[in-house]
């Protein structure tokens, strides 16, 4: 039979729409779809409608006045605080403080005063600092300063001309690094050739990569430089070099590939 039963014929349907399009075709009317606020006589509207007819629509409104004016006895009465006019309010409402007029012209309202030590952000006020490199009196606010306090332009342009020099520049080539002495070339053509002119971590070949991959000291040429009983060149042996494509190359140099890896992998290609 259906959920849904037609009150004309009887016939059912599973769902509402269903019947209302039956209802429409078969019997020429649409099913109401809505239930009058004054009288609850259901009814039918394409919009939202809340009564059913004129009538009813006149009376809802008289009832609503009716109700509206028998609730204003509900009312209290108070005094403004600020003109201190008499004047009512309902209590299920916040309690009332300022007559209608004064809640208009807003003089209820005042500015709170964040000025200076009122503000809840004050951190004591401006500050004072040395310049780092004339040594002038400079005065700010907490947040502006860093790290370097500088006057000018001119101090922060001398400041960066003696601190980012040599090693400390982040461009800094070290020329003991790139000269590897003799040997160096040899060694690198022996490494390629016994790995097979490919990377030894992932596994990318020199017809790939367009060119011979790298050669890396696994322990670095600066160590060997630095230790008094070995020299530069004993960095250039094949137990020390491994073959890495640019972008392997760069992550053993910055320590993300470990030294352990290199050597194990090493010890797989022999």
């Known amino acids: 039979?259906?959920?849904?039963?037609?009150?004309?014929?009887?016939?059912?349907?599973?769902?509402?729409?269903?019947?209302?399009?039956?209802h429409g075709h078969i019997h020429g009317e649409s099913l109401p779809n809505r239930?009058?606020?004054?009288?609850?006589?259901?009814?039918?509207?394409?919009?939202?409608?809340?009564?059913?007819?004129?009538?009813?629509?006149?009376?809802?409104?008289a009832s609503a006045r009716t109700s509206e004016q028998s609730y204003s006895g509900a009312k209290e009465r108070t005094e403004c605080q600020i003109c201190e006019t008499s004047f009512e309010y309902y209590p299920s409402e916040k309690r009332g403080l300022y007559c209608p007029t004064c809640v208009e012209t807003e003089q209820w309202r005042t500015t709170p005063n964040l000025v200076g030590s009122n503000n809840p952000r004050w951190k004591g006020g401006k500050q004072t600092a040395s310049c780092e490199i004339c040594e002038e009196t400079v005065e700010r606010w907490p947040s502006e300063f860093t790290d370097v306090t500088l006057c000018s332009g001119s101090c922060r342009s001398k400041w960066l001309a003696d601190t980012f020099v040599g090693e400390n520049h982040p461009n800094w080539k070290d020329t003991e690094?790139?000269?590897?002495?003799?040997?160096?070339?040899?060694?690198?053509?022996?490494?390629?050739?016994?790995?097979?002119?490919?990377?030894?971590?992932?596994?990318?070949?020199?017809?790939?990569?367009?060119?011979?991959?790298?050669?890396?000291?696994i322990i670095p040429v600066r160590w060997f430089v630095k230790s008094e009983d070995?020299?530069?060149?004993?960095?250039?042996s094949l137990e020390n070099v491994i073959s890495l494509c640019r972008s392997c190359h760069r992550q053993a140099e910055h320590g993300r590939i470990p030294q352990q890896k290199l050597e194990s992998q090493l010890r797989q290609s022999e």
């Open 230 to 236: 070995h020299t530069r060149a004993d960095a250039h």
């Open 35 to 61: 239930q009058c606020a004054h009288c609850d006589t259901e009814f039918h509207c394409e919009y939202e409608k809340k009564y059913c007819s004129e009538e009813c629509l006149s009376e809802g409104i």
């Open 177 to 217: 690094k790139l000269a590897y002495g003799p040997g160096w070339d040899r060694i690198r053509r022996l490494a390629v050739k016994r790995d097979g002119y490919r990377c030894q971590i992932c596994g990318i070949t020199k017809s790939e990569l367009g060119q011979n991959p790298d050669v890396h000291h």
């Open 1 to 22: 039979m259906g959920d849904h039963t037609c009150p004309k014929c009887g016939r059912g349907f599973e769902t509402k729409r269903g019947l209302g399009v039956h």
